[in-house]
């Protein structure tokens, strides 16, 4: 969860507002990240004003809709194209995040922005999202997970019939050590 919230994908409709010279004007459709749809409507205003000679006092929106991942119970692999602005320039990246749901894979992104790069959630532009397979991740670390037999051993556990079972012994403190090597 980043430091605004967590993060949510919408869809945004909207176009310039009608005129005696226009009645029907072109609608252009954005998808973008945000945690609630106000910041949604603010960003495709600022994006679009960018492409286009628009602004939010000369259009209207037409909808703004919440888009939620069908299935969010297996471990995909997103890969992530963006820009950012850091204090020496502006910079485009790919990244390549492991997660169930693509809003939450942009939700990690903006954590790790953070965390390694100093960049702002302001600062962050996503450009392009695409679910990849597992044998077309480019980058070391999401292609360690994404093999047919991996495994996470647990090394140093404690044992439950030793130490904190209620049901085993009546005892809530012991004086011996855990032993967390079960090997």
Same mark, same amino acid.
Not at 27 to 49: D, E, G, N, V
Not at 54 to 65: A, F, H, P
Not at 105 to 119: P, T
Not at 156 to 165: C, L, M
């Given at each position: 969860?980043?430091?605004? %919230?967590?993060?949510? &994908?919408?869809?945004? $409709?909207?176009?310039?507002? !009608?005129?005696?010279?226009? !009645?029907? /004007? ?10 609630? /749809? ?10 679009? +004003? ?22 969010? &119970? =297996? ?15 502006? +910079?485009?990246?790919? &990244?390549?995040?492991?997660? =169930? ?15 390694? +790069? ?10 392009? =999202? ?9 980058? =070391?670390? /999401? ?5 047919? %037999? $991996?495994?996470? /051993?647990? !090394? +140093?556990? $404690?044992?439950?019939?030793?130490? %904190? ?10 004086? $011996?050590? !855990?032993?967390?090597?079960? %090997?």
């Amino acid at each position: 969860m980043t430091v605004c %919230g967590k993060m949510r &994908r919408f869809q945004v $409709v909207g176009r310039k507002a !009608p005129t005696d010279e226009a !009645p029907n /004007p072109e609608a252009y459709r954005m998808i973008i990240f945000a945690t609630c /749809p106000t910041i949604a409507k603010s960003k495709f205003w600022y994006y679009l +004003h960018q492409f286009r000679k628009m602004k939010k006092t000369t259009g209207e929106i037409l909808d703004c809709v919440e888009l939620v991942d069908k299935n969010s &119970r =297996t471990v995909k692999n997103y890969g992530i194209w963006l820009r950012y602005d850091s204090r020496s320039g502006t +910079h485009n990246m790919y &990244r390549e995040i492991r997660d =169930t749901t693509l809003t939450g894979a942009v939700s990690k992104l903006y954590d790790e922005m953070a965390g390694r +790069h100093r960049a702002r959630p302001r600062s962050i532009q996503i450009i392009r =999202t695409a679910e990849l397979k597992a044998s077309e991740l480019i980058r =070391t670390n /999401p292609m360690q997970f994404a093999q047919a %037999g $991996v495994k996470f /051993p647990l !090394p +140093h556990r $404690v044992a439950s019939a030793k130490r %904190g079972a209620k049901a085993l012994s009546e005892k809530t403190f012991t004086t $011996v050590r !855990p032993t967390t090597y079960l %090997g």
